[in-house]
């Protein structure tokens, strides 16, 4: 049996399938390679088209046994969602919906999805639980949180069972760095900080030193790439041993300040970094933690690496070896 990746020539999908291969299971991806990357699937096959092509998801699933899906396949930035968030509804809502119904009309009945904490927008209380109100800030986030509910009503109806993972900031690489980030433009903050340390900017902006945090700029949750591939295999596994379906968040339960990434990492690569302020970016909460004693308890998921400058050093070895990620 195999499992069909989407998405799985991006950043979280390559490091998931590298994982998932690991622990012997067989996959095929399928990825548009409009933000991915052919060399960063590594031992898959790879097929290379739409959510929205009918005939590429055709192919797919008569010639492979698919068990189940693991769904990356998205835009995922939340300026350009607010800019254009026709697009991200044509793209995540659209695409999933032809995913979905492929799946129906196939009988694969069982999905894990990349979900996010954008789902929650300005969060009611710290740690989010899983329980909490769903108020997204932006587009992306609401077309994630349609698919969430598209998944409900489709296991009402179809039985369709899904594990929507809802990720707070995935961060670092591959620990032996085959494969890492490396996103055109990139927007997240440590790739770009570690970008300044090998001089390809002038300076990190921090966006804003005026939130009610403690040194004033925005507090993230940064959990390693490479645990969330673990909660997607043990995700799968759920799905298959009980068939039911779940929201579980995905962090490291910590907090860090732009700054303190930022200190981080001149520690981590011993260079000098230089950072100023400028305004605030739209839509950013001030703070953004999570809890995932849920994800602990019910999948069993134990993240393997809960130090910020671990997670760092993985993602520097990865940026100092490839400094044009793919390109090289
Ligand atoms: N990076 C994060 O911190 C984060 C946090 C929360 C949730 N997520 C979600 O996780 C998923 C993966 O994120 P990522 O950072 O790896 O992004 P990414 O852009 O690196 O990967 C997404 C992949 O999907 C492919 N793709 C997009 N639309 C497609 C389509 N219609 N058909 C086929 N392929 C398509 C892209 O080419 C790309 O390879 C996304 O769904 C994202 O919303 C990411
Ligand atoms: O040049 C930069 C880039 C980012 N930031 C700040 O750094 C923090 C982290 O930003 P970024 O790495 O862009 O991640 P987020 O905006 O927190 O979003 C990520 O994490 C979310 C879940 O928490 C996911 O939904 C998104 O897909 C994913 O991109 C934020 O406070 C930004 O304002 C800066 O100060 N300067």
Redesign the pocket.
């Known amino acids: 049996m195999t499992i069909l990746v989407t998405g799985g020539a991006g950043y979280i999908g390559s490091h998931t399938v590298l994982y998932l291969k690991e622990k012997g299971l067989d996959v095929v991806v399928l990825d548009s390679l409009q933000k991915g990357h052919r060399e960063a699937v590594l031992n898959a096959p790879l097929y290379t088209g739409q959510l929205k092509d009918e005939a590429v998801l055709d192919e797919i699933f008569q010639k492979h046994a698919i068990e189940a899906v693991v769904h990356f396949a998205a835009d995922?930035l939340?300026g350009e969602s607010v800019q254009d968030p026709l697009k991200y509804y044509e793209n995540n809502v659209g695409g999933t919906l032809n995913l979905l119904e492929k799946m129906v009309h196939y009988g694969v009945l069982r999905i894990v999805f990349s979900s996010?904490?954008?789902v929650y927008g300005e969060p009611e209380s710290i740690p989010i639980q899983e329980t909490d109100q769903t108020a997204p800030t932006n587009p992306?986030g609401e077309t994630k949180l349609a698919i969430e509910k598209m998944l409900k009503w489709s296991d009402q109806a179809y039985g369709l069972k899904s594990v929507c993972l809802r990720?707070?900031?995935a961060a670092g690489a591959d620990p032996q760095a085959k494969i890492g980030e490396d996103h055109q433009p990139e927007?997240?903050?440590?790739p770009?900080v570690l970008q300044a340390a090998l001089g390809q900017r002038d300076k990190?902006?921090?966006?804003?030193d005026d939130y009610p945090t403690e040194d004033g700029?925005?507090v993230?949750d940064y959990i390693h790439v490479m645990d969330l591939a673990q909660a997607h295999y043990l995700a799968l596994k759920k799905l298959a041993a009980t068939n039911e379906s779940g929201i579980y968040n995905l962090g490291s339960g910590k907090g860090f300040s732009?700054q303190e990434v930022i200190d981080t990492c001149r520690k981590v690569t011993g260079r000098e970094i230089k950072a100023d302020v400028s305004p605030r970016?739209p839509g950013?909460p001030a703070v953004?933690i999570a809890s995932s004693h849920r994800a602990e308890e019910k999948l069993g998921w134990k993240p393997e690496y809960t130090e910020l400058d671990e997670i760092v050093a993985h993602a520097w070895q990865w940026h100092k070896q490839s400094p044009n990620g793919y390109k090289n």
């Open positions: 995922s939340v996010t904490a954008a992306y990720y707070f900031n927007s997240h903050l440590i770009i990190i902006a921090i966006f804003g700029s925005c993230r732009v970016r950013d953004l």
